[in-house]
């Protein structure tokens, strides 16, 4: 009698470390594949969104990097961005004339963002008035913006005039959701980050 129940122990246990069947295991592995056909496109879109994101953030610390660097050398810094190479450079002062090797480069594409996905202006559809701090599209000139800061953080025309700037971004792919402004004020060189957003259809800080 105990070795009935032994034996009766002994293939419930074998039973139990048995798991799935194969029948069981393709049927597992068929609702995951599932799942994640119908979820990667998501997946992929929001990891893209999130690396451009990114940009905004580069943007507006290059102009800060370079206010702040022409008020501490007490020498004019211009920031500019290249449209054609996607990048923004840094020089003046210790960062030696254009193209000099000292120049500071940050690249706005890589880990996700290509080229052709980072767009300047605005998109399509979007309203084309002035910020609230009444800065508006800095036009591209030979495919580039430049913005001088001045040794008090300043920034200036010809005549010495306080300059505004504004410079607008989207993704290619996802234009509403990704569109921003990173804008300069002129007199005091104030730097402000704005997201548009599709419920006022508008820029919002």
């Not at 940009?55 to 660097?69: D, K, M, W, Y």
Request: net charge positive; charged share 20%.
């Amino acid at each position: 009698m105990k070795n009935h129940a032994l034996n009766i122990n002994r293939d419930t246990k074998l039973k139990k470390q048995k798991g799935f069947s194969l029948p069981e295991l393709v049927v597992v592995l068929l609702v995951a594949a599932i799942i994640l056909v119908v979820a990667l496109p998501q997946i992929l879109s929001s990891r893209r969104l999130f690396r451009f994101s990114g940009l905004q953030r580069q943007v507006a610390t290059s102009l800060r990097e370079s206010r702040q660097e022409a008020m501490s050398q007490r020498k004019p810094i211009t920031f500019r961005y290249d449209n054609a190479n996607k990048r923004t450079v840094t020089y003046g002062g210790s960062f030696g004339a254009l193209g000099d090797a000292k120049n500071l480069v940050v690249s706005l594409t890589g880990s996700g963002v290509e080229p052709d996905d980072v767009k300047y202006g605005r998109p399509t559809g979007v309203p084309t008035s002035a910020l609230s701090d009444t800065t508006n599209l800095t036009n591209l000139s030979s495919n580039a913006v430049e913005i001088t800061f001045q040794a008090d953080g300043s920034v200036i025309d010809a005549s010495n005039n306080p300059q505004n700037q504004a410079l607008f971004f989207y993704h290619d792919k996802y234009r509403l959701d990704t569109a921003f402004a990173v804008s300069v004020l002129g007199a005091g060189g104030r730097i402000k980050v704005w997201r548009y957003s599709q419920g006022v259809n508008s820029y919002v800080e």
